[in-house]
């Protein structure tokens, strides 16, 4: 059974950082493509980043690349999400999704199962 199980959200200030976790069971972060999506509050939804499977490709999306970090470690079956000088408008519900190939899609539909998801508030 696969599971995906985010963590790390919270309230930070404009200017902070944070963390994200996804924890996967049940799949291989060295196969599969783990993408992180985020929900804004006016239930907008959007591609944040993604790491592909055994060929380690990252990808961001414009609004945050330069501040947010993908990374995975497989011994652990966790990827991470580092995010810093984090802004107002990245306020939402991150989610982790995964896919069964290895290469990432940027389209919700393209992902074969999600997290829970864990919400991220930051305030100016």
């Known amino acids: 059974q696969v599971q995906l199980v985010e963590s790390g959200g919270g309230l930070v200030q404009a200017g902070g950082s944070l963390r994200l976790s996804c924890e996967a069971s049940?799949?291989?972060?060295?196969?599969?493509?783990i993408g992180w999506f985020r929900q804004t509050p006016e239930l907008e939804q959007e591609g944040v980043s993604c790491i592909s499977g055994y060929n380690v490709i990252t990808d961001y999306a414009d609004s945050v690349k330069g501040r947010f970090t993908i990374s995975k470690d497989t011994a652990k079956n966790t990827v991470y999400l580092q995010m810093d000088n984090l802004k107002p408008e990245d306020t939402g519900a991150y989610y982790c999704a995964g896919r069964w190939q290895p290469d990432c899609r940027p389209a919700v539909h393209e992902y074969d199962y999600w997290g829970k998801g864990t919400q991220v508030t930051v305030s100016s």
């Open positions: 049940g799949l291989r972060l060295d196969y599969e493509a």
